[in-house]
């Protein structure tokens, strides 16, 4: 079976202290690594695609990187308002999406 | 943005009473998606559709039906609601493109009481 486990459950920075989040993985081939962006109170919002090992990708303080087994999100100089949960999600050959708990990230000014 | 809206946005109920929650999206994406999710589980799939009337089961199907009479909507009906059903749903849309990312709406908050 799928498996995504992300860690730490929980993150808190203080601005401008780079850090990474790790995304574990089984899947019975991937097809594609998702990242997204929840904030409290809302829906959870599209980051990266990822879809072979070696491949980064960046947007603003974020950088994604995935290999056969695991991706991070690494992010650099946080501000307060990278502050959010960060969720992970795999696509495997049957197009099934298994997503991973989060990891709570907060920022500190 | 990805057009897409859901409703109620919150809702009380009680044991035992049928629920249905409405998805709207405003461009004519072929795949839907009903999420639950929950501390600690993150998102799990309910049902998804393929197309009008083409719908399949997901992970935690059970307790849940759906339907999709038009491209537009997409309900998911909580045939007798139960307190371990309450949770936040989340509908989503699959887009085109090689990635077939998922976009998500904003959620509903379902307490079941």
């Known amino acids: 079976e799928d498996q995504v486990t992300q860690s730490p459950e929980a993150l808190r920075l203080q601005e401008g202290e780079s850090s990474s989040l790790n995304c574990s993985y089984t899947?019975?081939?991937?097809?594609?690594l998702f990242w997204y962006r929840q904030d409290p109170g809302k829906g959870p919002e599209f980051l990266f695609t990822l879809y072979s090992a070696g491949e980064e990708k960046e947007k603003e303080r974020l950088k994604a990187t995935l290999t056969k087994k695991e991706s991070f999100l690494h992010i650099t100089a946080p501000k307060p308002e990278d502050s959010a949960t960060y969720l992970c999600a795999v696509r495997s050959l049957n197009n099934d999406m298994r997503f991973g708990a989060g990891t709570r990230l907060t920022v500190k000014p | 943005d990805a057009g897409i809206t859901q409703s109620p946005r919150h809702k009380v109920t009680e044991t035992g009473t049928p629920v249905t929650l409405r998805c709207h999206q405003t461009?004519?994406?072929?795949?839907m998606y009903w999420y639950r999710q929950d501390p600690g589980h993150g998102l799990r799939l309910i049902h998804y559709?393929?197309?009008?009337?083409?719908?399949d089961k997901g992970e935690v199907s059970d307790g849940y039906s759906v339907s999709r009479s038009k491209t537009e909507d997409f309900l998911l009906t909580l045939e007798s609601a139960t307190s371990s059903q309450t949770s936040v749903y989340f509908c989503a849309i699959r887009v085109g493109g090689e990635g077939y990312e998922q976009y998500f709406g904003p959620g509903t908050r379902l307490t079941v009481t």
């Open positions: 899947v019975s081939g991937l097809r594609g």
């Open positions: 559709s393929y197309g009008v009337k083409d719908t």
């Open positions: 461009e004519n994406h072929r795949y």
